[in-house]
């Protein structure tokens, strides 16, 4: 029996706001920000991974990386550019278009579906690297959600993901800081309740057959104005790299 991890309401959040993806003042402007961490970080382990050299022009090229939940293709389209053969996914029908419609106008060939992860699993896809990137806290089942993802892994494959951690201070900075205070996002864009501590999200990869390998921080700087990877605060946001062993 295939378990449905899409969340309806949740989608439709994003749904709502799928025209801004690309504006860097818009309602996605906390990931604009956010995003040269993210990239680094999935470049650094993804390399570090298959032993690429992440300095060369088209590092990637042979792989075939998924990126979940990709939105408008914030990260999907810097893969492509690394030499990678990149499948975006998301739930949200509308982020579909924006985000083809972008990465024709940049040049890029993005295989961008409307589909889900337990599809994509039932429909035998596998990829060598996957990008899940703040998506496990819109899911109701996050175990079902990372074991759809897990069987979408190449053995040797690595799947970065990153998400919100749940303590008094993630509420402070994540919903009332980022919400409410700075408006970078709508409210209740985010639910406390959904936020997975580091330790939780370390055992649902675990249960899903995944060797957790490495965890930072993405901190943000406000007096910089700007985000910064920590090897040790992991209070707020942070990202794991998981590999899934050899068979």
Not at 31 to 39: A, D, E, G, I, S
Not at 80 to 92: C, F, H, N, T, Y
């Amino acid at each position: 029996m295939t378990v449905n991890t899409v969340d309806p309401a949740e989608v439709a959040k994003f749904e709502a706001m799928a025209a801004e993806w690309w504006d860097p003042n818009g309602k996605f402007k906390p990931l604009h920000m956010l995003n040269p961490c993210r990239l680094d970080y999935a470049v650094a382990q993804i390399a570090a991974q298959h032993g690429r050299d992440p300095d060369a022009p088209r590092p990637f090229e042979g792989l075939r990386i998924l990126d979940i939940g990709c939105g408008g293709g914030l990260l999907s389209e810097p893969m492509a550019r690394l030499g990678a053969q990149v499948v975006g996914a998301d739930a949200a029908e509308r982020n579909i278009p924006v985000a083809r419609l972008h990465a024709r106008r940049m040049g890029l060939e993005i295989d961008y579906r409307h589909t889900t992860a337990e599809a994509l699993a039932a429909a035998g896809e596998r990829f060598d690297a996957i990008l899940n990137m703040e998506v496990v806290e819109h899911v109701p089942d996050p175990q079902a959600y990372l074991d759809a993802c897990a069987t979408l892994l190449r053995p040797g494959g690595v799947m970065i993901c990153s998400t919100i951690n749940r303590n008094p201070k993630s509420f402070l900075f994540a919903i009332i800081g980022a919400e409410h205070v700075m408006r970078w996002l709508p409210r209740g864009t985010h639910e406390w309740s959904r936020f997975i501590t580091p330790d939780e999200l370390a055992a649902h990869l675990s249960r899903a057959g995944l060797q957790l390998v490495d965890r930072k921080g993405f901190v943000f700087d406000p007096l910089r104005w700007s985000w910064s990877i920590s090897e040790r605060d992991l209070s707020v946001n942070y990202v794991t790299a998981s590999v899934k062993p050899p068979a």
